[in-house]
């Protein structure tokens, strides 16, 4: 079992910047993937950004030089830096994390970009 705390969400004006943070339950050597996915009333959830299970890492193409998704190891944590933020970046942004072949999400956290 992983819990997943989301923080750093919040309301915040067009070009501004928020850092989200994931602490997890579980060591983070341990967990497979770990990710930031987004949803936005009436849209379906979509991947923002992943370090994927061979160490990669993934944006979707929107976010793309905007935002960084990175890791703290000693703190069990994940973190999306997001700059030059977009009325359309607004949406509950949730953690994904998988372990042990099962998946995880956390409870979200909003984000308002207001224009």
């Known amino acids: 079992q992983v819990h997943l705390v989301e923080s750093g969400g919040g309301l915040v004006q067009a070009g501004g910047s928020l850092r989200l943070s994931c602490a997890a339950s579980?060591?983070?050597?341990?967990?497979?993937?770990m990710g930031w996915y987004r949803q936005a009333p009436g849209k379906q959830r979509e991947l923002v950004a992943r370090?994927?299970?061979?160490?990669?890492?993934d944006y979707a193409d929107s976010v793309k030089g905007r935002f960084t998704i990175s890791r703290d190891n000693a703190k069990d944590t994940v973190y999306l830096q997001m700059n030059t933020l977009k009325p359309e970046d607004t949406a509950v942004y949730y953690c994904?994390?998988?372990?042990?072949?099962?998946?995880?999400w956390g409870q979200g956290t909003q984000v308002t970009v207001s224009s």
């Open positions: 579980e060591t983070i050597f341990s967990i497979s993937a």
């Open positions: 994904r994390a998988v372990y042990a072949g099962r998946l995880y």
């Open positions: 370090l994927t299970s061979s160490g990669g890492i």
